[in-house]
């Protein structure tokens, strides 16, 4: 279902494992992009299809509740899901995300159930 995932987080390392939780939550055979933060996020939608985006709250140059508005906003991205991998630990800004169109929300550090979860909740949705 998820043919190819774009992974947005300013960390390497973050990205690493968010990679290998959804190849173990069964993503092993996605094509996965990557950008560090949301101005490559969108030159990679613009020029790719993507079939789901994981993405960090807190990068530089352009945050993920930016590229969460840009993609809801346009008529060509705004059904490709996401899911924002973040620390958040406040209920309201939890709820503000979902009512922006957040699919699922997984807190770090995250785990391949969590990832599962997530993935799972997206699919009955659609």
Same mark, same amino acid.
């Given at each position: 279902m998820f043919e190819n995932i774009l992974i947005v987080d300013? #960390?390497?390392? !973050?990205? $690493? $494992?968010?990679?290998?939780c959804l190849e173990i939550a069964g993503c092993e055979q996605a094509n996965f992009l990557e950008a560090s933060n949301g101005v490559e996020a969108l030159d990679v939608l613009k020029g790719n299809r993507v079939d789901l985006v994981l993405t960090d709250l807190h $990068? %530089?140059?352009?945050?993920? =509740?930016? *590229? *969460?508005?840009?993609i809801k906003s346009? %008529?060509?991205l705004n059904l490709i899901p996401v899911i924002v991998v973040s620390s958040i630990t406040n209920d309201a800004e939890e709820a503000d995300l979902s009512t922006k169109g957040v699919n699922a929300i997984i807190r770090k %550090? @995250?785990? %391949? $159930? !969590?990832? @599962?979860? !997530? *993935?799972?909740?997206? =699919?009955? #949705?659609?």
């Open positions: 300013d #960390s390497v390392t !973050a990205r $690493m $494992m968010i990679r290998r $990068m %530089p140059e352009m945050n993920g =509740k930016i *590229l *969460l508005r840009r346009s %008529p060509r %550090p @995250m785990s %391949p $159930m !969590a990832v @599962m979860d !997530a *993935l799972e909740s997206i =699919k009955q #949705s659609t």
